[in-house]
């Protein structure tokens, strides 16, 4: 029934108008002043107000302002009752309409019936418009709560932003979030607008198990759980007001919260308000987008677990050779030492039984010597404790002292050892006692498996990336080769080492390069050996960011070659970074990179000058004990900084342009952009924290305005 409110003149009263509406069926309240008429607006809500302009206890524009004011939609039709056959503007501001007096029945219920129509067609645009707000915010909700649920992988936090994302976009008065590790890691996390009683705390868990339960009603439950087991986490809006038992009569919305394999837990909300069934689809939208990063965190978090463990297990195994190997080398010295004087005569004189027996002793703690230094350098490389000493070096070298230290061993067997090196190859940058190993250890391979009078042929030329055929790094081109392709780049020095030996089958030669394997022959089983030669060989030689390969053919003899790249200062820095990069993953501590670009706008140079008056003390941005390189090429700087997270990168950047501030008379003209990244939150490997610095690069210097940006 709609309702009408009449304003009218106490000492004009007119029943009939009164009785007329009544008689049609509307709700009528007669009303003679503006308190009466705002009291009756805030209790009743009705449709339309007559308002008798005759009144002379209102004030006609203020009433019409105040009706609306005080009418709950804001939407209430006002119909001016009017003597004056043209009303002034004054009067009609606020008005939805007005009749002139006297009036007829007819124009009067004419009148009325048009402005409820008006009325209940605004009634319908204020419901649509608030649902289509309401529908909006939750919107953006669900795409705020998206975005931060993508953003950690922390499932105590996933599960606080979830609960989050239901209080702002449903409003609820309590939420209860069940979560279950196992039966005795089981929590309720209780989120309310108001304290909640001792009895209701119990309830609620008890309610939540019941939850719990019901989801496997036909089915075993994943964990038995009991209301002692379960601890309970509040999180209380406003401890002045307290809830009790009757919040349990609220309406609620539950669900569970799974992962794609993994149940994880329930969650329930309740509210005075009924919820509708936009809520319900609401509620459903937010659990579900909290289940995949739930599943991301749960993985994550067992790898974590798992990786923990191996590394455990790794630095077990590493210092068990440490020691093991240590513990044998003091005994092996003596033994070794006490052959060598046997052997010379200096004890006595031996018979040539006793000769042969010693000798055969010797050779074997010489072989057991190599075996242990095998071992100890396997477990510095996988620990990521190997040494490397950098530095510009000819290729030459390292060739020339390992082929004469295997002069003598290869004339004993009468193989001719040929060189075929040119002495104009340029320079490379890499560890020169680090590439002698590999040399060795190849070449020795070579005598080894070389029949007598047979011959080894040392090579070397320069090649380019693109002349290299990568599908001989791995035998599964398919998944390896596209990745080599994008990482060799420029020119390289080729050493092979080629034999007329035995030769390996082409099945065999991708075991070459694994640890402790030896391919079966009866060669291999006279001459013995750990079966890790090669695999450091090959860590190695990566570690240079090198690659090595084998080429074989039973019976007609074998070619080891490796590449290395020529020294360019982008080698050289890639192999700093890479060195350093290790050195946290092994220790477990960040990395900074910073890269600094100039621009020029004249011939002077300034970030030379800064290098300069770094070396030379000027610029104290660097503190005492930092461990920091410096690396530079043309009008570019990288500075790699070891055990330094963000906040200490950003220390040395103020460091600097503070310097660059104070100085900014002697670079005029120059604008200076840097870029950052960290290790290991923002980048894992040396080629990901160049790109994330280079993506981050933004200007923070312009000495030709005098400016420094932040």
């Known amino acids: 029934m709609s309702k009408i409110l009449i304003i009218w003149n106490k000492e004009d009263n007119n029943q009939d108008l009164a009785n007329l509406l009544t008689d049609i069926g509307y709700d009528i309240t007669v009303v003679f002043n503006e308190e009466e008429a705002f009291k009756a607006t805030n209790e009743l809500s009705p449709d339309i107000a007559l308002v008798d302009t005759s009144c002379p206890e209102i004030n006609i524009s203020n009433i019409c302002k105040k009706l609306k004011l005080h009418s709950k939609t804001n939407d209430i039709q006002i119909i001016l009752l009017t003597s004056q056959d043209s009303p002034s503007e004054e009067i009609l501001v606020g008005a939805d309409g007005y009749i002139t007096k006297p009036f007829s029945d007819n124009i009067l219920i004419a009148t009325v019936n048009a402005h409820l129509r008006i009325k209940k067609l605004l009634d319908i645009l204020y419901t649509n418009n608030s649902e289509l707000a309401k529908s909006l915010y939750q919107l953006n909700v669900l795409y705020n709560t998206s975005s931060q649920l993508a953003g950690t992988l922390d499932k105590t936090k996933l599960v606080s932003i979830m609960n989050t994302g239901l209080e702002k976009s449903l409003n609820f008065s309590i939420c209860l979030a069940l979560i279950i590790n196992n039966p005795e890691d089981a929590t309720l996390i209780v989120n309310s607008l108001y304290e909640i009683s001792e009895r209701l705390e119990q309830a609620l868990k008890l309610r939540a198990i019941i939850g719990y339960k019901s989801l496997f009603e036909n089915t075993e439950l994943p964990f038995e759980l009991s209301i002692d087991n379960v601890k309970v986490e509040k999180y209380i809006k406003n401890d002045k007001e307290q809830y009790d038992l009757t919040v349990l009569e609220f309406d609620s919305l539950f669900s569970p919260i799974s992962t794609s394999d993994k149940f994880f837990g329930t969650v329930e909300i309740l509210r005075?308000?009924?919820?509708?069934?936009?809520?319900?689809?609401?509620?459903?939208?937010?659990?579900?987008?909290v289940s995949l990063p739930l599943e991301s965190a749960i993985l994550y978090e067992e790898i974590k677990k798992t990786n923990i463990k191996l590394e455990k297990l790794e630095k077990l195994k590493s210092e068990f050779i440490s020691i093991v190997s240590h513990e044998l080398r003091t005994p092996l010295t003596s033994i070794k030492n006490s052959l060598d004087i046997m052997l010379t005569g200096k004890t006595g004189e031996i018979t040539s039984t006793q000769n042969n027996f010693l000798s055969i002793a010797k050779r074997n703690v010489d072989r057991l010597s190599r075996i242990i230094n095998d071992l100890l350098d396997l477990s510095k490389i996988e620990a990521g404790k190997m040494e490397y000493r950098f530095k510009p070096l000819s290729i030459i070298e390292p060739i020339q002292f390992v082929i004469s230290t295997f002069d003598n061993l290869a004339e004993k067997k009468n193989i001719k050892l040929t060189l075929d090196v040119s002495q104009e190859l340029p320079q490379i940058y890499g560890d020169i006692n680090r590439i002698e190993q590999v040399l060795s250890n190849l070449i020795s391979n070579a005598i080894k498996f070389t029949p007598e009078n047979g011959e080894i042929k040392i090579s070397t030329e320069e090649i380019n990336a693109n002349s290299i055929n990568t599908s001989l790094f791995y035998r599964d081109p398919s998944v390896i080769n596209a990745k080599h392709q994008n990482t060799l780049r420029g020119s390289y020095i080729k050493i092979s080492v080629e034999d007329t030996g035995i030769g390996i089958n082409e099945s065999?030669?991708?075991?070459?390069?694994?640890?402790?394997?030896?391919?079966?022959?009866?060669?291999?089983?006279?001459?013995?050996?750990?079966?890790?030669?090669?695999?450091?060989?090959?860590?190695?030689?990566?570690?240079?960011?090198?690659?090595?390969?084998?080429?074989?053919?039973?019976?007609?003899?074998?070619?080891?070659?490796?590449?290395?790249?020529?020294?360019?200062?982008?080698?050289?820095?890639?192999?700093?970074?890479?060195?350093?990069?290790?050195?946290?993953?092994?220790?477990?501590?960040?990395?900074?990179?910073?890269?600094?670009?100039?621009?020029?706008?004249?011939?002077?140079?300034?970030?030379?000058?800064?290098?300069?008056?770094?070396?030379?003390?000027?610029?104290?941005?660097?503190?005492?004990?930092?461990?920091?390189?410096?690396?530079?090429?043309d009008n570019n700087m990288q500075i790699i900084l070891s055990n330094t997270d963000r906040v200490g990168a950003n220390n040395v950047i103020k460091r600097l342009k503070r310097y660059l501030i104070d100085n900014s008379s002697l670079y005029l003209n120059h604008n200076l952009n840097l870029g950052i990244s960290i290790y290991p939150e923002e980048a894992i490997t040396s080629e990901e924290l160049i790109e994330q610095a280079k993506k981050s690069i933004h200007c923070i210097f312009e000495t030709n305005k005098r400016t420094e940006v932040n």
């Open 272 to 289: 005075e308000n009924e919820f509708s069934g936009e809520d319900a689809t609401c509620f459903q939208t937010v659990v579900k987008q």
């Open 508 to 633: 065999d030669i991708p075991k070459v390069f694994d640890k402790f394997q030896q391919i079966e022959s009866s060669l291999s089983r006279e001459v013995g050996g750990t079966g890790l030669g090669l695999p450091i060989a090959k860590q190695l030689i990566e570690a240079h960011r090198g690659e090595i390969w084998l080429e074989s053919e039973p019976q007609k003899g074998s070619k080891f070659s490796f590449i290395l790249p020529i020294m360019m200062h982008d080698n050289t820095f890639l192999l700093e970074l890479d060195n350093e990069l290790q050195y946290s993953k092994y220790n477990h501590s960040n990395l900074a990179l910073i890269v600094l670009e100039e621009q020029i706008t004249d011939t002077q140079c300034f970030i030379n000058s800064i290098i300069k008056d770094i070396s030379a003390g000027k610029i104290n941005i660097i503190r005492k004990g930092d461990k920091c390189k410096f690396f530079t090429q």
